[in-house]
Structure formats: C-alpha cells, structure tokens
C-alpha cells in the first residue's frame, strides 16, 4: 500500500471546529465561492447546450448558393491539435491546483503561466482558423450555419480569453505575495472554470467538428 | 513497498478532498490525448466516411468518457462534496433535455 502524508494548510479549519460567526464558517459547511462557481457552471451548461443544439439545428440547412457551409471548410488536423493544447492545459492547471496546495509557489507561478500560454494557443489557432475561414469566403452573416459555427466557437473562445485573464490575475497576486497556500481555494475555482472550458471543448471538437 | 506518495487536503470545508500525486494526473492527460487521437483517427478511416450511425456509436461514448473523466478527476468530482457532482449534474440533465426535445421539434434527428 502507498504510505500517504496529508499536508495541511495554513488557514485551513475542520468545518467540524467551526461555529457560527467564526470566520469561514458556512450553514452548509461548503465553501460559499466554490457551490457559487459550481452553480454558475451548471447554468453555463445550458448556454452551451442552447449554442451546440442551434449549431446541429442549422448545420444542414444551408441554403443553395450562400457562400459554404462550415464542414467544407474545417481542418480537422488543425483542430486536433488546438485539442489536445487545451487538453494539456487542463493537465497544467491541476498541476498549479496541486501545487498551491502543497505550498510550493515556485511551481505554482511555472504551471499557471504554462495553463495561460497554453490558452494563447488555443486562441491563436481560434483566430487563425476564423481569418482562414473568412479568406475561403465564409463569413459570420454568409449563412445560417456559418453565423451559428461563429457564435458558438466565438463564444467559447471569449470564455478561454477571460480564463486567460483570470489566470494572469492569480499570476500577479502570486509576484506581489498574494498568492499563498492559504487561497490554494482561490486557484482551485479558477481551475474549475478552466477544465469547464475544456470540457466544453471535447463536446464542440465531437460533434461539430468531427461529426458530419 | 511502493513509493511514498504524497496527498494534499484541502481540510478548509466538509466539501474538502485530496490530490493525489502529479504523475496521476499526468497519466489521466496522456490518457485523454490518446483518445483524442483515436477521435481524430476516425476522420481519416474510410469505413466511417459513408457510415455516420457507426461513426456515431465511436465518437459518442469516446465523447462522453472524455468529458466525464476530465470532470471526475481533474474537477475533482469523484472526492468533493456530492452537493458540487449535483449542481453540475442538474445542469447537464436541464441543457440536455431542454435540447434535445427542441432538436427533435425541428425534426433534426429523423
């Protein structure tokens, strides 16, 4: 059996040894930021949802003569590798989670710059994938599908770039000594937008971009 | 005796739970990249390119397995509080019945 040591953090309280008033008691005994940031993904699920479902609606409705729909233009080796970019940047940002947690701040600041760096990426490729769209002809208001192919990605790309910012915040509280084991919660909600993110990824790369 | 590992507790709230050491997350990425490929692989294979019901029934679970792997550990699921696992979870059943009768109201399916 693996021996396990479990480090404690400094700040942190056994809910059990809380009690009403002190500080960082809750009535459920959750932290109220992390049921917040849950709370907010469970109604992002629904916006995605409403953004894929329009993309399948009118994915094959284009009409004849309106300039191409968005599956003849794709490239899909291109978005195999934006993929697997914020797959890895996924694998990054729990290693910061980790590493805050074990009050390692060295390794914190490299993984969160990784996870942001990675993001660029991705976003870079977003920009560069929609410029090579718009070259072949296809344009947000060209078709039904096209306009819908826009809002969806557009939307997710939007979520990646606040990320981005989110994680170059957390970056800059970690350079002015802001960052310490005691917020290791802090980064741990911020990781859960981003695998959020992620997540949403692997159903856009499935069903829009891989599904005919 | 395998090698000592180390666990961190997040001990702040009942809804606390523990890391398990880097290299099972690296294996989980490596894992999930390797899916990925099989994903990708599918649009260079011939026997899919006419056959959407097949390529249906690989991507689909592959899809499924993804996101609910990425969710389980690296969200960390599968030791925060059951309360977190239900507010994600009600939010995936809404999205995904709300959808899926309004694409089958516009016949998008049949």
């Known amino acids: 059996l693996a021996e396990t040591a479990t480090i404690e953090h400094a700040g942190d309280h056994h809910a059990g040894d809380l009690k009403p008033g002190d500080h960082g008691w809750t009535y459920t005994g959750l932290s109220n930021e992390k049921l917040a940031m849950w709370l907010f993904l469970g109604t992002e699920c629904l916006l995605f949802g409403g953004l894929i479902s329009t993309y399948i609606l009118y994915k094959s409705r284009v009409p004849e003569g309106t300039g191409p729909a968005p599956h003849d233009l794709y490239d899909i080796p291109f978005t195999s590798v934006s993929s697997f970019v914020l797959l890895m940047s996924s694998l990054t940002m729990v290693l910061a989670v980790t590493a805050i947690a074990r009050g390692d701040v060295r390794n914190t600041r490299v993984w969160l710059t990784t996870t942001a760096m990675l993001g660029g990426i991705f976003i870079s490729g977003q920009v560069y994938e929609f410029t090579s769209f718009l070259k072949e002809g296809m344009g947000f208001t060209t078709n039904v599908a096209s306009s819908a192919f826009f809002t969806l990605t557009g939307f997710h790309g939007v979520h990646v770039s606040l990320g981005i910012l989110m994680l170059l915040s957390l970056l800059l509280l970690s350079f002015r000594g802001k960052l310490g084991p005691e917020r290791a919660e802090t980064v741990e909600i911020i990781g859960l937008y981003w695998h959020f993110v992620d997540v949403v990824w692997i159903l856009i790369f499935t069903v829009v971009y891989l599904v005919p | ?110």
């Open chain 2, 1 to 110: 005796m395998a090698a000592p590992t180390t666990t961190d507790d997040h001990t702040g709230h009942a809804g606390a739970h523990t890391h398990p050491p880097d290299g099972h997350y690296i294996k989980i990425a490596l894992a999930l990249a390797a899916l990925t490929a099989a994903e990708t692989a599918t649009y260079f294979v011939d026997i899919f390119e006419d056959n959407t019901a097949l390529l249906l029934m690989v991507l689909m679970p592959i899809m499924i397995f993804k996101f609910g792997w990425v969710a389980y550990s690296f969200m960390h699921l599968g030791s925060d509080s059951r309360v977190f696992t239900r507010f994600f979870v009600t939010g995936i059943f809404l999205a995904s019945m709300v959808y899926i009768i309004f694409l089958l109201t516009f016949d998008t399916f049949f």
